[in-house]
């Protein structure tokens, strides 16, 4: 039987009918009808969230990592049903979203092994010292204790990892946060799946219902009012640098600033040097096309730009970048919007001064078909607009007049989510003055490889410099992300049953 959403909101743990509805606009297949949010289904939610949290703040870590287990669980439950709707609302192929929900239940479980160890919560503790002279010292322990509930919007080009239940939703629920999600219209059926086994993770783990709440639709209003609303305490995003910026800006105008944890995106370079591109151009050339088109390029660490040193090892990396782009089919983009969007990005870069196209070919509606422009370093210093992302299968090799003009580019970048260099032996004398550069400008840099792949690890770091990201201190994959939705506090003199449990431990 296919799978027929019922459309409804998920608060603390009730199905809840909206006064208004809103059609799916799918890639492929039936269109269904769901709820859309109002501000007083965000401020029933978020009181929801604020009643469980001192219960769900108190529960053990071995209580909170058997939900995180659960949940996991529950997903894979729900495999088939969310590979039918994912890939008729996105268009992405089953492949893909069956790996994503790997990621996405990965990410669950790691979160889950790593806070049972209990390292993340970083306790110090500098014994009382009563006979001490002139003064004596106090007991004084410090541990890092949740914030209060978190807001997350949901992802457009991830509907398992950076969405319901991905990793912005995992990181603050293993911190003992409850969360108040906003579904992203894209997917609205895949995120009511994943909103349903986390219900049912939480009925079976005994957890409190207003530990998880999801929100529909809704128009900006609604968005607004989650980062507005006092109750809540940090917030993650995933999204446009126009977006996220907006809502960064709300979050800072509160009576009470909070932190926003915010993705907005990247141009991600990559750095070919002089070796690498005489002996490997070729090579380099079609691995690069070849990230550049995965997922029709609607990854935030699409590798958007090359920067290359002038010669024959240039020639041939783009000659052959052009060579396998030209063989690749136009690809299905997850909304009309994005499509559109990445239509405008093409007009742009194309209409700049100086900038010639390479390999071009055409599309029609919400499909993306590559592109492959060129400009020389000096109209890429010229022009800021050359350093913004397109997002979508669209490159634009940069060839510099010489090294320094390479390391001059490096210097004028902005915060970027990855830089890649590709080297050879003989580069390093050459990659020792760019890599102390580039450092001050990403959260990952790549040797030799291409940043479309994100493993979700403890030594992940995927954030950056702003506009990479809104807190370049963050990182939205990986153990570390917990992090952003705990605060330390230090107990003088506390007796020990009145310290959080971990504390004993």
Known sequence: MPFTPHGKHLIAGERIAGETTFASTPAHGPAHDYAVGTPDLVNRAVEAAEAAFAAYAATSRAARAEFLDAIADEIDAR???ITEIGTQETGLPEGRLEGE???????????ADHIRGGDYLDIRHDAAMPDRAPAPRPDLVMIQRPIGPVAVFGASNFPLAFSVGGGDTAAALAAGCPVVV????????TGEIVAEAIRAAAVRTDMPAGVFSLIQGGDRKVG???????LIKAVGFTGSLAGGRALFDLCAQRPEPIPFFGELGSVNPMFVLDHAAARRGEEIGKGWAGSLVMGAGQFCTNPGIAIVTEGEGAERMIAAAAAALKDVQPQVMLTDGIAEAYGEGRKRVSGAADVQPVQ???AEGRQAAPALYQTTGAAFLANPELHHEVFGPLGLVVRAASKDEALQIARGLEGQLTVTMHMDDEDMEDARALAPVLERKAGRILVNGYPTGVEVVDSMVHGGP????TNFGATSVGTLSIRRFL???CYQNMPAGLMPESIGD
């Open 466 to 469: 702003y506009p990479a990201s």
């Open 182 to 189: 906003k579904g992203h219209s894209a997917h609205p059926g």
């Open 79 to 81: 495999g088939p049903e």
């Open 101 to 111: 929900r790997g990621r996405t239940v990965g990410q669950m479980r790691l979160f």
């Open 487 to 489: 605060r330390p506090v």
């Open 360 to 362: 071009v070919a055409d």
């Open 224 to 230: 607004q009012a989650l980062v507005q609303h006092p």
